[in-house]
C-alpha cells in the first residue's frame, strides 16, 4: 500500500515549481505576434488555494487548476498557428482557458458561459485567471477561429502535454492501459442515406423547365388528368458511386409541384417561368411549388440547375455508428456522428483512473484498427505500457503484434467470430474459448504458467480423473499412459500457433480475470464525458475536425478533474490525520495492489529466445 502524503496539496505546489521549469525549458518557441499587439495576455500568477471541510474550492475548479498548472506553454505549442502579419488578436492561451473553465463548471453552451465572463461581477475570476480585461472580450466566433486555426494536431500535444505534468507530479505510470471508445452524435439530422458523396452536394439537371412544361401540358390536355393539390414530382437518378452492387441506386426528389385554383389578384410566377401561363390561364389554375432543393443556376447554360440531394446531411463527415441501447439492453441504437477513443491509464497503488489518450473518428470506422495509432500518440511522449486491456472489438492479429513489439502485454477479449463454440466441436479441435486444451480422458487441462524463453503455455491435467464422478474416465485412468507423471498429461500452447488466443498471462486464469475486471475503467471514462461532464452528450459540433478538437478538451478536463479531486481528497485525509496525531508522522495509505501485479515482471515474459 503506497503512501499518499506526497500528493499533500502543500507538496504538490512545491514539486509543480520544479516542474513549471521543465515544461517551459521544452517549449519555448516564440510567439509571433508583439504583446502590443494581443487583446488579452496570460501570465501565470500562483494563488492561495482554500479548501474548506466539504471540499469545496473556494473560486472553483478554475481558480485551483490556474493556480498550480501554468499553461503559458499552450502559447508556445500553438505558435506555429500564427503569423507576424495580420490584425489584433487575442492570446491562444486566454481562449483556451475560458473554454476549459466552460467545461470544468459545467455550462450548457458557449453562449451561456460567455455571458457570464462579460458580468461585471460574476465574470471577474474567469477574466482574472484567462488575462482577459474589458473592453476586449472574445465572442463566440474567436472560439470557432481558433480551433480552425490551430487544429486537432496541436490541441493533442497540449494534451499530452498535461498528461506529462502529471506523470512528472508521480500520479502516471502507464504501466496498465485500457482502451474504449464511445459514440457521440453530430449537431445534424440524419436523413437517411449510408452511401452519400461529394457528387450529392450539387447535382446537375438540364432541362428542367423543358421537362416540367411538357408535364403539365399533358395534364392539361385530359381534364381527367388535373388533379388539385396532387404532387407532380421531379427525379433523378443517384449520382452517388458508393452503392454495393447488390443495393438498387434510389431516385432523388429535386423538385415537388402541383396545380391549385388561379388567384386573380396574386398570379404565381412559376406559370411564365414554365412556359405555361397562356394554357393554365384558360383553365384557371396556377402552378405552385410545395419543395425545391437547387441551389445555383447556371447563368452560362441555358435551363442549367444545380441541386443538392434532400437526404444529404449536414455534416457529411459523420456516420451511423451502433451501440447496445443502455435503457434497453436487448436492443441497438443507432447514432449518427463520431467515435471518441479513449485511452484511460490505471493507477492502483493510487486508485486512479486517467483518460491519456484519445482519437475521434466517424461513427461507422473500424475501433478496432485505432488501437495502433492511438498507441503510437502516446509511445511518443510515454513509452511504459506493461500491460494493454480492450475489448473483443480490438481482437486483430496486427494489434497483438504491436503490443508485444512494444513490450507490452495484449489483454484483448478474444472475438469467436464465426467459430463454432460448441462443446462437441471444441473438444474435436482439443482446446476451449480460452485455449485450455483437453486431456486424453476429455477433461480440462488447467493451466500451469507461461515460459518466457518459448513463448508458450503449459497446461497439465493434474490427474483429474481420480476424483471424477464419472465411471467411463475412471477407467480409463487405469491405463492412461500420463497417469505415472506427477502433473498427468502435459500440453503446450504456443504464441506463435495461436498469436490471439495464448496471451503472456493465460486466458481463464485467476490472475487475467484480476486484470480483466479493470477494463470497465474505460467505460467510466466514457460515462464521465457524457453523463458527469456531459460534454459529449448532445455537443453542438459538426466536422470531424471539431469532433476531434472537442474529444481532445474532453479528455484534458476529465483528467485535471479527477487530478483535483485526488489531491482534495488527500489533503483532506491529511488534516484528519494531523488534528488525530498532530506529532506523529503522517502516513495516508492508498489502495491495496494484488501482490501478482507488483511483482510479476512483465518485460521479462515477453523476452524472446
Not at 474567469?126 to 476586449?136: D, E, K, Q, V
Not at 408535364?215 to 427525379?235: E, F, H, N, S, T
Not at 498471462?505 to 475486471?517: A, C, E, F
Request: positive net charge; aromatic residues 10%.
Amino acid at each position: 500500500m503506497r503512501n499518499l502524503f506526497p500528493f499533500h496539496l502543500g507538496n504538490v505546489i512545491q514539486k509543480l515549481n520544479q516542474i513549471r521549469i521543465a515544461i517551459n525549458l521544452k517549449h519555448q518557441q516564440p510567439f509571433p505576434k508583439a504583446p502590443s499587439r494581443l487583446l488579452s495576455h496570460y501570465s501565470f500568477v500562483p494563488r492561495r488555494i482554500k479548501i474548506n471541510a466539504s471540499g469545496q474550492i473556494a473560486g472553483g475548479l478554475a481558480r485551483f487548476v490556474t493556480s498550480l498548472i501554468d499553461f503559458s506553454f499552450v502559447r508556445s505549442i500553438t505558435a506555429s498557428a500564427y503569423s507576424t502579419v495580420g490584425g489584433h488578436a487575442y492570446d491562444p492561451v486566454s481562449l483556451f482557458l475560458l473554454e476549459l473553465f466552460r467545461y470544468l463548471e459545467k455550462f450548457s453552451d458557449m453562449k451561456a458561459f460567455l455571458r457570464v465572463v462579460r458580468d461585471e461581477e460574476l465574470g471577474r475570476p474567469y477574466r482574472l485567471y484567462a488575462g482577459l480585461s474589458y473592453p476586449h472580450l472574445p465572442c463566440e466566433a474567436d472560439f470557432t477561429h481558433l480551433k480552425d486555426r490551430v487544429g486537432e494536431n496541436l490541441y493533442t500535444q497540449i494534451s499530452q502535454t498535461l498528461a506529462e505534468i502529471v506523470r512528472l507530479l508521480g500520479l502516471l505510470t502507464f504501466n496498465i492501459l485500457s482502451t474504449d471508445g464511445t459514440l457521440f452524435p453530430s449537431y445534424a439530422r440524419y436523413k437517411g442515406c449510408t452511401y452519400f458523396c461529394q457528387e450529392c452536394h450539387s447535382i446537375e439537371f438540364q432541362g428542367l423547365i423543358e421537362n416540367i412544361r411538357r408535364r403539365i401540358l399533358y395534364k392539361l390536355k385530359d381534364p381527367q388528368r388535373v388533379a388539385l393539390g396532387r404532387d407532380i414530382k421531379v427525379r433523378v437518378d443517384c449520382p452517388s458511386t458508393r452503392f454495393p452492387e447488390n443495393i438498387p441506386k434510389p431516385r432523388i426528389e429535386l423538385m415537388t409541384l402541383s396545380l391549385k385554383i388561379a388567384d386573380p389578384e396574386q398570379p404565381s410566377p412559376f406559370n411564365k417561368i414554365f412556359g405555361v401561363e397562356e394554357n393554365l390561364k384558360t383553365q384557371g389554375l396556377d402552378v405552385m411549388t410545395k419543395r425545391i432543393n437547387f441551389h445555383r443556376i447556371n447563368l452560362d447554360q441555358i435551363d442549367s440547375f444545380f441541386f443538392r440531394c434532400p437526404k444529404l446531411p449536414y455534416d457529411p463527415e459523420a456516420r451511423i455508428g451502433v451501440r447496445k441501447n443502455p435503457k434497453k439492453p436487448d436492443h441497438l441504437q443507432k447514432i449518427f456522428g463520431y467515435n471518441a477513443v479513449f485511452i484511460t491509464s490505471i493507477e492502483l497503488s493510487l486508485g486512479l483512473e486517467l483518460p491519456v489518450a484519445c482519437l475521434t473518428i466517424a461513427g461507422n470506422a473500424e475501433e478496432g484498427n485505432q488501437f495502433i495509432p492511438l498507441k503510437k500518440q502516446l509511445l511518443t511522449h510515454h513509452p511504459n505500457t506493461k500491460i494493454d486491456l480492450a475489448d473483443a472489438k480490438y481482437d486483430e492479429l496486427h494489434n497483438y503484434e504491436y503490443a508485444r513489439a512494444t513490450a507490452s502485454i495484449p489483454l484483448i477479449d478474444y472475438n469467436v467470430r464465426n467459430e463454432d463454440v460448441s462443446l462437441q466441436n471444441l473438444k474435436q479441435r482439443g482446446y476451449d474459448r480460452n485455449g485450455w486444451p483437453f486431456a486424453p480422458c476429455g477433461l480440462l487441462c488447467r493451466p500451469n504458467g507461461f515460459d518466457p524463453n518459448s513463448q508458450r503455455a503449459t497446461f497439465t491435467c493434474q490427474r483429474q480423473c481420480v476424483q471424477s464422478q464419472s465411471e467411463k474416465i475412471r477407467q480409463f485412468s487405469e491405463n492412461c499412459p500420463c497417469f505415472i507423471n506427477y502433473h498427468g498429461s502435459i500440453k503446450h500452447r504456443s504464441i506463435k500457433q495461436h498469436p490471439r488466443l495464448i496471451t503472456e498471462i493465460i486466458r481463464g486464469s485467476p490472475r487475467y480475470q484480476k486484470l480483466r475486471s479493470l477494463r470497465p475503467a474505460s467505460e467510466r471514462t466514457n460515462s464521465a464525458a457524457k453523463e458527469d461532464l456531459e460534454i459529449l452528450q448532445k455537443p453542438k459540433v459538426r466536422g470531424l475536425k471539431r469532433a476531434a478538437i472537442l474529444s481532445q478538451l474532453t479528455l484534458m478536463t476529465i483528467l485535471l478533474k479527477r487530478v483535483a479531486q485526488f489531491i482534495i481528497k488527500v489533503t483532506l485525509a491529511v488534516r484528519k490525520e494531523r488534528i488525530q496525531n498532530p506529532s506523529g508522522f503522517i502516513t495516508i495509505q492508498g489502495p491495496k495492489v494484488p501482490k501478482f501485479i507488483m511483482n510479476t515482471d512483465f518485460r521479462r515474459a515477453l523476452s524472446v529466445t
